[in-house]
Structures are given as structure tokens and as C-alpha cells.
């Protein structure tokens, strides 16, 4: 018979006695924990009540008689379980809460906490970490695995898990857990996500030198009803323009007044004036009268943007003396001449033609450029694979903005701090993206689970897709240069 002591008279219950001397804790493999993958039993495929067996790795339902766990333990004498909700330890069959400090770690990677003075030092390091299989790794710089050809979301993920005031959000989990929801609403599951995969990009204390997107890429395809899917290759900025408004959208952000941590690190605006232009078929006498319509005079309007497109002159078909195909080049201030102001655009619809030109009003602490690529017609889509000459650091946009505003912003130059880079063709082709480490001042190229350092001058000689720049203020030093 158990006998239950109270623990008021200084005498400690013997379930707790019991609990500080489970006899199985060294047959924990903690080689087989992952705890990317989604929270469900192995065999009742239900969310609900899951234990993870510390010993295969594999996930059961419940731990009273005939529950999956259960049966595992005995069939197999697994006796450490998880409780991967409360992260509360047992021992099975015999039913007990295992305390024991030394299963900590375990605790930390199912789900890693950031004290406030540990974010603010993320930047400052450049310390390596040891995973438990003995590689080493860079926290933040940690490869993603690719699926299927989830390669596309990888890189944004990266991406933005490198923007510091974006991370820094993100680890803290009492920064958004009380946001209020309406009832049934699916998309903050997209938020709680991209908050769990930060943490354990950032984790110093991994057991593998890699982590697995496999919960939040089940959500982007959830939450976008399946426009982006883990099976088929998907379109990067389509991908980063939908997830930067669904994750504004989840975090209670509205389009004009209410802001979230996206709108203040990413958004910025310009004013677009428009001029419609006569039919091109009309006589020119015709054409002359109705440009002083009222119809035909330019109209100008405020707009905001979370990243800037970029547009590259069509590719050339000249062949050189080789008779190969010349890839041509152009430099970044040159397609960045579309926000001066004065450069006008010809936009055309189904019925009518217009006249555009951009000028931008307020620059971002974090600018994203995604430079168009592809074209689509009727029949297939096209690439271009112009490279974009750009230097990584100091990019000074204060000309694009309009004169009365420049007084204003006092810091209007830019440092690369990601590149993503799109190679081979239109539909089949593979992402990979460039990142600077700002403890180390070192660039990374990951590509999937693949992490190498690369020289800053190698940048600038790849397929260019979507970049992401840092405003620098007064304080930040010339990083990667």
C-alpha cells in the first residue's frame, strides 16, 4: 500500500520520494529526440494528451491503462515519457512523475525560453555552439530542411529570422500570447508558429546542428488554404508578401491605423502619381483634345509598401563570338531610378494605358527590394537573368525621396544584411539565400540543411531574388564589408 505523507510536516510524500530515484533515466536517447514535428500520436494520429517516448522518439496518446503509451512501455520496457503540453515527466507502467534537474535540456529544446538580457545579446556574440551529436553551429545561422520543395518558404524563413527587431519580437513569447482573436480563427496559429521556429533557430542549446519547419510549413499551407504547399515549389516573394501581411493580419493589424512589429520594421511610402493616356489608335488631334480632360490629368495618391519591386531591362539575346549567351548587367541605382520621381512607367490594362511614376515619402529601418525575375504570358513563364551589380554596404537612397522629406529622414543609408538567390529555371529551380552574422561581421550561404561561410565579393555574382537591407543609424558600425 502507497502511503501519502504531507508534505507540511517536512516529510516529503513517497510519490515524490519515489520520483527522485526512476531507475530508467539512463535509458534516454537523446540521438532520437526531435521535437519538430508535429505534437501527435504515433498511432491515434490525436493531438490530444501526447507523450513522447525518450527512449525512440516516437509520440503516443495517454499514460493510464490501455493507452498508447502505455502499451508501448510494456511491450517495449520504454519507461521515460514527455508530456509534450506540460513538459512533465513519467515514468510507465508504474504511473509516476519523474523530478530530476538532469532532464533540463531536454525540457529547453521541446521549448526554448529567452531571458530579455539574452536577446539583447544575440548581436554581440560570436560564440559557437556544440550540438549533442557534436557538430557545431552558429545559432541563427542553422540550416532548414527541405521537405519536399518547401525550399522557397526556407529562405524567406531564414530571411526574416535574421531581421534582429523581428527575432527579438518573436522569442519573447508574452509579446503577443494575449493578442485577442475572434473565435474560430485559424490564422494566429501562423504567429505561435514563426515564434516556435525563431526560438529554436536561435536555440544555443540544440541537440542537432539543424532544425526541421515542419509545424509552421503545416500552417502557411493551413493558413493560405493551400496556395502554398510543402510538395510543390512555390514563388519566394509571393510567399514573403502573403506571410509579412498574414502575420501583420494575425497580430491584430489593420491596413491604415493599427500597426504591429511587421508595419514598424518593415513598411514604408511613397506617393504613385498616375496620368491615364488616350487610346494609341486615335488620330493625333483627337488624342490632343482629350489630354486636357480632367480624365487624363495626373492624379496623385499616398501608398504604403512593405517591399519595393524592382524591374529589370528585358534581357538581350546577342551572342558573342562563342555563340554563347551574353548575361547582362545592370547596376542596382539603375532600376532603383523607378522611385525618383521623375521616371515615368507605362501600365497596361485589358482596356486602358497609364502613365506611372513613384516617389518614396518614408524609408523603413528594414527595406526589402524583390527584384522581378519572371514574367508570365499565356504560355509559360519567363526568367531573367540579369545580375544586378550592388555593393553590400553603404546604399544611399536619399535622392528617391521628395525634397521636403529628406530634411526629416535623418539616416537614409542602407547595409545588405540578406540575400535570397534564385537558380535555374523558371519552375524547377532551387532557392538559396545569403546572410550576415552580425556577431561575427561574417556572411553565410545556407541552402537547406547546407551552411558555409562565403566571401561578400561572391555575393554580387548570383541570381539576386529578394533582398533585405538595414537602415543604419548613428550607432551601427559597417558590418560585412
Same mark, same amino acid.
Given at each position: 500500500?502507497?502511503?501519502?505523507?504531507?508534505?507540511?510536516?517536512?516529510?516529503?510524500?513517497?510519490?515524490?520520494?519515489?520520483?527522485?530515484?526512476?531507475?530508467?533515466?539512463?535509458?534516454?536517447?537523446?540521438?532520437?529526440?526531435?521535437?519538430?514535428?508535429?505534437?501527435?500520436?504515433?498511432?491515434?494520429?490525436?493531438?490530444?494528451?501526447?507523450?513522447?517516448?525518450?527512449?525512440?522518439?516516437?509520440?503516443?496518446?495517454?499514460?493510464?491503462?490501455?493507452?498508447?503509451?502505455?502499451?508501448?512501455?510494456?511491450?517495449?520496457?520504454?519507461?521515460?515519457?514527455?508530456?509534450?503540453?506540460?513538459?512533465?515527466?513519467?515514468?510507465?507502467?508504474?504511473?509516476?512523475?519523474?523530478?530530476?534537474?538532469?532532464?533540463?535540456?531536454?525540457?529547453? +529544446? %521541446?521549448?526554448?525560453?529567452? =531571458?530579455? /538580457?539574452?536577446?539583447?545579446?544575440? $548581436?554581440?556574440?560570436?560564440? #559557437? @555552439?556544440?550540438?549533442?551529436?557534436?557538430?557545431?553551429?552558429?545559432?541563427?545561422?542553422?540550416?532548414?530542411?527541405?521537405?519536399?520543395?518547401?525550399?522557397?518558404?526556407?529562405?524567406?524563413?531564414?530571411?526574416?529570422?535574421?531581421?534582429?527587431?523581428?527575432?527579438?519580437?518573436?522569442?519573447?513569447?508574452?509579446?503577443?500570447?494575449?493578442?485577442?482573436?475572434?473565435?474560430?480563427?485559424?490564422?494566429?496559429?501562423?504567429?505561435?508558429?514563426?515564434?516556435?521556429?525563431?526560438?529554436?533557430?536561435?536555440?544555443?542549446?540544440?541537440?542537432?546542428?539543424?532544425?526541421?519547419?515542419?509545424?509552421?510549413?503545416?500552417?502557411? +499551407? %493551413?493558413?493560405?488554404?493551400? =496556395?502554398? /504547399?510543402?510538395?510543390?515549389?512555390? $514563388?519566394?516573394?509571393?510567399? #514573403? @508578401?502573403?506571410?509579412?501581411?498574414?502575420?501583420?493580419?494575425?497580430?491584430?493589424?489593420?491596413?491604415?491605423?493599427?500597426?504591429?512589429?511587421?508595419?514598424?520594421?518593415?513598411?514604408?511610402?511613397?506617393?504613385?502619381?498616375?496620368?491615364?493616356?488616350?487610346?494609341?489608335?486615335?488620330?493625333?488631334?483627337?488624342?490632343?483634345?482629350?489630354?486636357?480632360?480632367?480624365?487624363?490629368?495626373?492624379?496623385?495618391?499616398?501608398?504604403?509598401f512593405m517591399y519595393l519591386t524592382l524591374d529589370l531591362?528585358?534581357?538581350?539575346?546577342?551572342?558573342?563570338?562563342?555563340?554563347?549567351?551574353?548575361?547582362?548587367?545592370?547596376?542596382?541605382?539603375?532600376?532603383?531610378?523607378?522611385?525618383?520621381?521623375?521616371?515615368?512607367?507605362?501600365?497596361?490594362?485589358?482596356?486602358?494605358?497609364?502613365?506611372?511614376?513613384?516617389?518614396?515619402?518614408?524609408?523603413?529601418?528594414?527595406?526589402?527590394?524583390?527584384?522581378?525575375?519572371?514574367?508570365?504570358?499565356?504560355?509559360?513563364?519567363e526568367k531573367n537573368p540579369t545580375i544586378v551589380n550592388?555593393?553590400?554596404?553603404n546604399v544611399d537612397l536619399r535622392e528617391y525621396l521628395?525634397?521636403?522629406?529628406?530634411?526629416?529622414?535623418?539616416?537614409?543609408?542602407?547595409?545588405?544584411?540578406?540575400?535570397?538567390?534564385?537558380?535555374?529555371?523558371?519552375?524547377?529551380?532551387?532557392?538559396?539565400?545569403?546572410?550576415?552574422?552580425?556577431?561575427?561581421?561574417?556572411?553565410?550561404?545556407?541552402?537547406?540543411?547546407?551552411?558555409?561561410?562565403?566571401?561578400?565579393?561572391?555575393?554580387?555574382?548570383?541570381?539576386?531574388?529578394?533582398?533585405?537591407?538595414?537602415?543604419?543609424?548613428?550607432?551601427?558600425?559597417?558590418?560585412?564589408?
Open positions: 500500500m502507497m502511503i501519502f505523507l504531507s508534505a507540511k510536516n517536512g516529510r516529503v510524500d513517497s510519490e515524490d520520494r519515489r520520483s527522485r530515484h526512476c531507475p530508467y533515466l539512463d535509458t534516454i536517447n537523446r540521438s532520437v529526440l526531435d521535437f519538430d514535428f508535429e505534437k501527435l500520436c504515433s498511432i491515434s494520429l490525436s493531438h490530444i494528451n501526447a507523450y513522447a517516448c525518450l527512449v525512440c522518439g516516437k509520440y503516443f496518446q495517454g499514460r493510464g491503462l490501455k493507452s498508447h503509451a502505455y502499451i508501448h512501455s510494456v511491450q517495449f520496457s520504454h519507461h521515460v515519457f514527455l508530456n509534450l503540453h506540460t513538459l512533465k515527466f513519467y515514468c510507465l507502467p508504474d504511473n509516476y512523475e519523474i523530478i530530476d534537474s538532469s532532464l533540463e535540456d531536454i525540457t529547453y +529544446v %521541446l521549448k526554448p525560453t529567452f =531571458t530579455k /538580457q539574452q536577446i539583447a545579446n544575440l $548581436d554581440k556574440q560570436a560564440k #559557437l @555552439s556544440r550540438a549533442y551529436d557534436g557538430t557545431t553551429y552558429l545559432p541563427g545561422i542553422v540550416g532548414l530542411n527541405n521537405i519536399k520543395a518547401n525550399d522557397y518558404a526556407n529562405a524567406v524563413l531564414q530571411a526574416l529570422s535574421n531581421v534582429p527587431p523581428l527575432r527579438n519580437y518573436f522569442l519573447e513569447e508574452d509579446n503577443y500570447k494575449n493578442i485577442k482573436r475572434p473565435p474560430g480563427d485559424i490564422m494566429f496559429l501562423l504567429v505561435q508558429r514563426f515564434g516556435e521556429l525563431m526560438r529554436k533557430l536561435w536555440n544555443p542549446r540544440n541537440f542537432k546542428a539543424h532544425v526541421s519547419p515542419h509545424e509552421m510549413l503545416q500552417a502557411v +499551407v %493551413l493558413c493560405s488554404k493551400k =496556395t502554398f /504547399q510543402i510538395t510543390k515549389q512555390g $514563388d519566394g516573394v509571393d510567399f #514573403l @508578401s502573403w506571410f509579412l501581411n498574414a502575420l501583420h493580419s494575425a497580430l491584430g493589424g489593420t491596413k491604415k491605423k493599427k500597426k504591429t512589429i511587421v508595419t514598424d520594421v518593415f513598411q514604408g511610402s511613397m506617393r504613385i502619381f498616375t496620368k491615364k493616356l488616350p487610346h494609341p489608335d486615335l488620330p493625333a488631334e483627337e488624342k490632343e483634345q482629350l489630354l486636357h480632360n480632367d480624365e487624363y490629368q495626373e492624379t496623385m495618391v499616398e501608398s504604403t531591362p528585358t534581357a538581350p539575346l546577342y551572342k558573342d563570338e562563342k555563340e554563347q549567351l551574353i548575361i547582362p548587367q545592370v547596376p542596382l541605382f539603375n532600376i532603383l531610378a523607378k522611385f525618383n520621381g521623375i521616371t515615368e512607367k507605362e501600365y497596361k490594362t485589358y482596356k486602358e494605358n497609364f502613365l506611372k511614376r513613384f516617389q518614396l515619402t518614408k524609408l523603413p529601418p528594414y527595406l526589402i527590394f524583390c527584384i522581378k525575375r519572371f514574367t508570365k504570358n499565356n504560355f509559360f513563364v550592388f555593393p553590400i554596404t521628395s525634397e521636403e522629406v529628406q530634411a526629416v529622414h535623418k539616416n537614409t543609408t542602407y547595409d545588405l544584411i540578406a540575400n535570397i538567390v534564385h537558380d535555374g529555371k523558371p519552375s524547377e529551380g532551387s532557392y538559396r539565400i545569403h546572410v550576415l552574422h552580425h556577431g561575427t561581421g561574417k556572411w553565410y550561404e545556407l541552402q537547406d540543411l547546407q551552411v558555409t561561410d562565403i566571401l561578400p565579393q561572391m555575393i554580387t555574382l548570383s541570381e539576386a531574388y529578394i533582398q533585405i537591407w538595414k537602415r543604419r543609424d548613428d550607432e551601427t558600425n559597417q558590418q560585412g564589408a
